[in-house]
């Protein structure tokens, strides 16, 4: 016999009964008495007694499609992620998940709200209790999905208008990143060449390219007759049901990511030397070398294609231990385009290179000024707003 107790609501009794599911979370469901609170209690708790002894712990496939409003709203949401598992792509799903898993379901199971009962205020105070150690951006993107679930619910008719609308969410902090100088640049390359990650590190700061695309990067897509590389494939990683899958797909992030570059020939010339390293991995390791991933350049003396993980673990070791200023993986792509606009480029060129969908996207988060090309700046500002020769500086306020 399930556990359960009565709880009032609008003036009437509901049975809340407690149980553990199928998978071991533990789950609350509200069942309507129909009976007024007052004169009412002891047939309200036979009620409950009859439906303690009564009650079935639903299997899986019937547990997601009981929608009711008098469904916890953290019962809900574990509704609502099995229903976009397969309509969106895991990467996305996987953000999903974790954030719904790690964030609202501890914070919300606490409060034992009904989803026909969460109310904006309810959101404005999660949304407090969050800012206390996350960043404005980070809450904005709990603020993003939690709408798009609630407009869910909206639409099962579970509830009657999205509360989410009616808070504002914090504001999104704006996010510089941090970008190495061409002396920089070249002291990293030079120190990681003869690393099992130094021509990639080469490749991902020349063409700046996302990790997932360097990572996605294969054979099939470098034309060694037309010098052009092509960018439409990549790997990823993502943490779905406690395990971290790791992706591999025809797609890019964007159709804009979709994108070639010519090869010089120096580049030509240090990716076929390192497929020649790769074919004497092959013949030295024989039937352990891993077939599945032959056509992706960058892999290790096993044939293993480099996992995300491994990047993000292994670039600030090489870092650290050769004295380098820490910057993130992604941050090679950051410096790609600001030594692009720095020599010159156009806003427009730099967006067609990185793959960027908007030339807006390309001036808000990548091309700020370096200092030197702010000295130049302010010194051509100093030209141009004049001041009278032996002009000197005096108190106004002196009678």
Known sequence: MVA????????????????????????????STGLPVRGNKKRAEAKLMELRKSFVIPEASEENLEF????????????????????????????????????????????????????????QSFYLHERKTLSGTTV?????????????AYRMDLISHNPAEKVDPPRAE??????????????????????????????????????????????????FEENKITINHT?????????????????????????????????????????????????ICGNCYNMDDIDYVFTDEMGNRFKPRYIEDAFPKLLKKYGLRKIRF?????????LMHKMGL???????YLGHSTVSVTLNIY????????????????HVVKLPENMQISNPWKA
Not at 330 to 338: F, G, N, S, W
Request: include cysteine; aromatic fraction near 10%; charge should be positive.
């Open 4 to 31: 359960g107790h009565l709880r009032e609501k609008n003036g009437y009794f509901y049975c809340v009964l407690s149980y553990t599911d199928y998978s071991g979370k533990r789950k609350q469901t509200w069942k």
């Open 68 to 123: 009711n409003d008098g469904m916890l709203f953290t019962d809900f949401m574990r509704a609502w992620l099995e229903i976009v598992r397969t309509t969106v792509v895991p990467t996305t799903f996987g953000g999903y998940q974790t954030m719904v898993e790690k964030k609202f379901i501890p914070y919300f199971e606490k409060k034992e709200l009904l989803v026909s009962d969460v109310q904006a205020k309810d959101l």
């Open 140 to 152: 904005k993107h709990e603020h993003a999905l939690l709408h798009k679930i609630l407009k869910h």
């Open 174 to 223: 704006r996010f510089e990143g941090s970008a190495y100088t061409e002396e920089e640049l070249a002291l990293l390359i030079e120190k990681t060449w003869n690393h099992k990650l130094g021509l990639l590190i080469y490749v991902t700061a020349l063409l700046g390219l996302r990790r997932s695309e360097v990572l996605g990067l294969r054979w099939k897509a470098i034309d």
């Open 235 to 283: 790997v990823t990683d993502a943490r779905i049901d406690g395990q971290t899958v790791v992706i591999a797909a025809d797609r890019t992030k964007t159709k804009s990511s979709y994108r070639s570059f010519p090869m010089s020939e120096t580049v030509r010339e240090k990716l076929l030397a390192w497929r020649e390293v790769q074919q004497q991995n092959r013949k």
């Open 330 to 338: 992604h941050d090679l792509r950051h410096t790609c385009a600001t």
């Open 346 to 352: 156009s806003p427009k060129e730099v967006q067609d």
């Open 367 to 382: 091309t700020h000024l370096d200092w030197s090309s702010k000295e130049n700046a302010a010194k051509v500002m100093e």
